[in-house]
């Protein structure tokens, strides 16, 4: 009745043992729909890597409102990648994990307002990068120098850097934003970053052996082994159709005969009128558009798939359940049945998560 992750149990926590491994000092990242798999789960997970021994001291989260969703399952550090404000849920940490919480600081100003509330708080600087998200520019950067030295029991945990996806190596640009690091004269030795390749990470390593290089990971751990998992919705009705009967919300007709299949997974779920595609030229983009535009006369690419092709959409999504459209050839499913979903973990809320 469910749109289901089921997990490959053994496999999964293999891969993450494994990429715990390979990256010393790893910071898990966990925010947002936790991936998929929540986030309550995904601290119970980095919680079990620290307790192996892999070394996984610190979780990320995304904003302030998630502390609550991983601050008992998770007994080690907890860093808030949203930069700090003199505002809003960044004001109102709960004192019982305050002392375990490191913000991250992108304006010197805020670095003022967060010691002046309070002064050993725990933070990294966020240097800002060609993403052009947050962050301190290098000038900034080195005007928060004497406001850290004023602050005799503030705890610099290290400079963050939050580095666009890969397009060709990232290493000239972290290599000029450590430089900036260096010349700011900040007592700290620790670089916090993203996405940069193992070959990248070992090169900087390598160039700056006296810095600490803290990899913050999400995608790659928790969803670097796609075949550990598999996204299935159930099959809830089956109606044969012929040509020019009428179904669904808009009283569309059927173009020939086939099925209506009902399969559980809308738009509560995520589910949206396209396949993810993966493509995200101008082009591409333009034709998913004009495309959407056609369901009311036209049928879409869904992303459940029967005996490995996708099939369509017998109309846009509806909140949880969707209608298919199946014409008469293949193998036609039986209610109960699974069929497999193409999805967005990042952007998918899960009836269920199932381990095996
Ligand atoms: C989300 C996020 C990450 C992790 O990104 P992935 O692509 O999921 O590995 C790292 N750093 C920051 C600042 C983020 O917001």
């Known amino acids: ?145 004497p406001i850290v030295a004023e602050h005799r029991s503030a705890r610099l945990e290290g400079i963050a850097m939050h580095l666009p996806l890969a397009q060709g190596s990232h290493l000239s640009e972290v290599t000029r934003l450590v430089n900036d690091v260096v010349a700011a004269g900040l007592a700290t030795t620790t670089i916090w970053v993203s996405h940069l390749t193992h070959t990248e990470l070992t090169e900087l390593r390598a160039a700056y052996p006296d810095f600490t290089i803290r990899p913050r990971i999400g995608t790659d751990l928790w969803l670097g082994d796609r075949a550990a998992l598999r996204v299935t919705s159930t099959v809830l009705d089956v109606h044969a159709v012929e040509r020019g009967d009428v179904f669904g919300y808009r009283g569309r007709t059927a173009p020939k005969s086939g099925h209506i299949l009902v399969v559980s997974g809308g738009t509560a779920h995520g589910i949206g009128l396209e396949a993810p595609t993966g493509d995200t030229t101008i082009r591409a983009r333009a034709a998913t558009l004009a495309r959407g535009g056609l369901d009311a006369v036209g049928f879409v690419r869904s992303p459940f798939s029967i005996d490995g092709k996708q099939r369509l959409f017998a109309e846009p999504p509806h909140m949880q359940a969707s209608m298919l459209f199946l014409p008469h050839g293949p193998r036609v499913p039986e209610v109960g049945d699974e069929i497999d979903v193409r999805v967005r973990f990042t952007a998918t809320a899960f009836d269920r998560v199932r381990t095996d």
């Open 1 to 145: 009745m469910s749109l289901t992750l089921a997990v490959d149990g053994a496999r999964w926590r293999a891969h993450l043992r494994a990429v715990a491994r390979a990256n010393p000092g790893l910071v898990p990242v966990a925010k947002g729909n936790g991936y998929g798999f929540t986030l309550g789960r995904l601290a119970r997970r980095a919680q079990w890597l620290q307790d192996q021994g892999l070394g996984i001291d610190t979780l990320a989260v995304g904003t302030y409102d998630e502390l609550p969703h991983v601050a008992r399952r998770f007994d080690g550090d907890l860093l808030v990648l949203t930069p700090w404000r003199p505002f809003g849920p960044a004001l109102e940490v709960d004192p019982a994990i305050a002392d375990r919480v490191i913000h991250t600081v992108g304006r010197a100003s805020d670095l003022e307002g967060l010691l002046g509330r309070r002064p050993d708080s725990r933070f990294v600087l966020e240097r800002v990068t060609s993403m052009l998200r947050h962050g301190l520019s290098a000038r900034e950067l080195w005007s928060t120098a």
